[in-house]
């Protein structure tokens, strides 16, 4: 995920910083999903430091839309990884495999952010093609946020993308875009509540927290450009550390 070195600074994160801020709250909240229930006030908790993630994400990737040298090869990147992540999650989440046999084979279409945002950066690159009328625009990012909805936070995390992007510079605009898209977030853990423990869906208002964060960024990238293993590593650690928490998971916790 790219960065822009050269945005002006008047903030005080760092891009490294705010994808490690990401990285722990991703950990402690996937921890949180093998581990502790929801509806306690530690899963409680645990979840809401963990929407933080991808918003964080999210942002980045819009960052990276507006800075990489060469955005074919970004756009490949991320969706390989999403390929390579698609295991590890369904792994994570099910302990079994997208293909497998029980009483007939049986396929899980249901997979990792990372497909969700390799479909914001592409949503991105539509909404910014030139060669394009406004209609046909609309119309694939429809299409694309349909796409989105077997992957983690569906179109939310298009949306969001595009928020960031479109808006690019503007720190005001950028956050009120994103405070705008995640009521439909709220909304929907509101209508989730009056069919359960109504306070259950509370901790996804987490995503909020994620505001003064990233309105906190320096546009910096906080390593050198020449430590190329830092920017590989939150690409490396998503699916690495689904399937350590679900190998410990399903194979010596639930066993």
Known sequence: MECNPEKSVGFKISANTLKIIAIIAMLIDHIAWAFVPTASLLGQIMHMIGRLTAPIMCYFIAEGYHHTHNL?????????????????????????????????????????????????????????NQKLKNYTKKLLIA?????????????????????????????????????????????????SGINGIWWR??????????????????????????NKWMKW????????????IGLIRHVFVLR
């Open 233 to 244: 590593l939150f690409y490396i650690f998503y699916p690495l550390h689904l399937l350590i």
């Open 72 to 128: 074919k090869k970004y756009a490949i990147r991320l969706g390989i990884f999403a390929l390579i992540s698609h295991v590890p999650f369904i792994y994570f989440e099910t302990g079994k495999l997208p293909i497998y046999y029980s009483n007939g084979i049986h396929f899980v279409f249901h997979t990792s952010v990372m497909y969700t945002l390799f479909l914001g950066l592409i949503a991105l690159i539509v909404w910014n």
């Open 143 to 191: 299409l694309i946020c349909i796409a989105s909805l077997p992957g983690d936070w569906v179109f939310l995390a298009v949306l969001w993308i595009l928020v960031f992007g479109i808006n690019h510079g503007n720190i005001k605009k950028q956050m009120i875009g994103f405070s705008m898209v995640s009521v439909i977030l709220v909304l929907n853990s509101v209508i």
């Open 201 to 226: 869906p509370i901790f996804q208002l987490g995503v909020y927290f994620a505001i003064p964060l990233l309105s906190r960024y320096n546009g910096k990238l906080g390593y050198s450009k020449n």
